[in-house]
């Protein structure tokens, strides 16, 4: 059969890992395979491309997604839809594996209640996706995050300084809870999270008065202005403060090992999925296990991270 598979939303590590394990088992069971450009976008305009083993060859280590990505907001209007599905018909292909996240996940709904072949493969940094305890991608953010973290203890220590580091997430506090573990924050603030602006501003004073050196603050974008917060934070505690957002870097870099090992598995099972006839459907890892779950069952659904909150209580 013809399969192709593309990458949507915001490119993750590990990325191109998946895509070369989806390509190599798929030419391994003797399928042809495909490849559409820009994601969605890419899929409307027929940008498809045939892929051989050759043509992922060395993108294992690789960062971001050699396919391209896009974010199609008109992709939830049917007819929309139709024309995407009448593209990849007309090339013969008769299944797509879609990487991404949620968003990418409900394109990949959308054609599968259209009666078109679809398996899902979380990648996005924000481990967001509910069914999974890992997404691709996560791993390789959370070690940048938690190497900056590390150096910029060093700078604080250095001055007695609070510093306040934003990360991304967006509705998802996955990237700060952990990295705020790991780099042994003070604080951690999250959608799950949220912590009152005034009793923080009264415990770092209470630090500075104890003359401690250095405090850590982790919070998820587009909680707050973490720039005027760190003012605040000086004026109202004595703690001098200062505030690094990290942006884009954390999408960035060579995947680490857990996401290539994580891709790769996470790749071949959908191509094997396919070949069992399962559709709308999306691959995850439990326990060390791959499983899939429907789609539908996945969407907008939140994770759990009760356990590691209460951990967070205990070691502040």
Do not use: W
Not at 62 to 67: F, P, Y
Not at 76 to 82: A, L, T
Request: hydrophobic share 40%.
């Amino acid at each position: 059969m013809k399969i192709a598979v593309l990458t949507s939303g915001g490119d993750a590590p590990g990325m191109n890992a998946a895509i070369r394990a989806v390509v190599r088992t798929g030419i391994g069971f003797g399928h042809e395979m495909f490849g559409v450009l820009d994601g969605f976008q890419g899929l409307l305009e027929d940008r498809i491309i045939p892929l051989t083993s050759k043509d992922v060859s060395g993108m294992l280590s690789m960062g971001g997604t050699k396919l391209g990505t896009s974010r199609v907001s008109e992709f939830k209007e049917v007819p929309v839809q139709k024309v995407a599905i009448d593209n990849l018909q007309g090339r013969g292909i008769e299944a797509l594996i879609v990487i991404g996240g949620d968003g990418s996940y409900r394109g990949a709904l959308a054609l599968h209640n259209l009666d078109f072949q679809t398996i899902g493969i979380p990648g996005t940094i924000d481990n967001d996706v509910y069914g999974t305890d890992f997404t691709i991608g996560f791993h390789t953010a959370l070690n940048t995050i938690v190497e900056a973290i590390d150096k910029l203890r060093d700078t604080s220590s250095s001055h007695r300084r609070c510093s306040i580091i934003e990360v991304m997430g967006r509705s998802s506090g996955d990237l700060a809870l952990y990295a705020g573990i790991c780099g042994g924050a003070e604080f951690i603030i999250t959608p799950e999270n949220p912590i009152n602006k005034d009793k923080l501003i009264s415990t770092l004073k209470k630090h500075n008065e104890e003359g401690r050196r250095h405090a850590i603050i982790v919070v998820t974008e587009q909680q707050f202005d973490v720039h005027k917060l760190a003012a605040e934070i000086t004026i109202k505690s004595g703690f001098s403060s200062r505030a690094t957002v990290l942006g884009y870097i954390q999408r960035g870099g060579t995947p680490v090992a857990e996401d290539r090992i994580l891709a790769s598995r996470m790749g071949a099972y959908a191509v094997e999925k396919i070949q069992e006839g399962l559709s709308g459907h999306c691959i995850g890892i439990k326990d060390d296990k791959l499983v899939s779950s429907p789609l539908e069952d996945i969407v907008n659904h939140p994770k759990e991270r009760a356990e590691l909150y209460n951990l967070v209580k205990k070691l502040s």
